[in-house]
């Protein structure tokens, strides 16, 4: 997998290629516990990330017991799978500031 050690270097990543390699995972990501997941465009989130640099909501199954150890190895996992290091981030924890944009800009996996 290749990484960058500032995000605003990476390429940018197809969200219709990243829709649909995660579609083919859709029921390994639900028995991990995530309920919902969606493809956005990270410079809504950061300023750290450039314009096309896509990201991931990743809404947890409120009901579903998942140690932070799981999550972190679903990250990786989501990333292996995607063969990038992509921003990931629960839309609960988004910033104010920018929440409105980034779910109004979301495309939804499932």
Known sequence: ???HSNPSDAPAIDQA???ARLKTHEQTLRTAGISRIAVFHAALQDDRFNSDETGLLLEADPTA???AYAHFALERQIEAWLGWRIPMIDPTLLRSD???AV???AKPVF
């Open 65 to 67: 017991p998942v140690s």
């Open 17 to 19: 290629a990243v829709i």
């Open 98 to 100: 920018v929440r409105e």
């Open 1 to 3: 997998m290749q990484t």
């Open 103 to 105: 779910l109004r800009d």
